[in-house]
């Protein structure tokens, strides 16, 4: 959603995406992270 956001040029909505992202992600279980941490900080350098 955040790529989306950021593509359509919102200037809003990619930081509230990326908040939600990072929500999301503290509440994975440690074995989900792994596979997630990459999608996340690529998320957060389109910043």
Do not use: I, K, N, Y
């Amino acid at each position: 959603m955040g790529t989306a956001e950021r593509a359509a040029g919102e200037s809003v909505g990619h930081p509230q995406a990326l908040a939600r992202a990072r929500e999301a992600f503290a509440a994975l279980d440690e074995s989900d992270r792994g596979w997630c941490q990459a999608s996340l900080d690529q998320l957060a350098a389109e910043t």
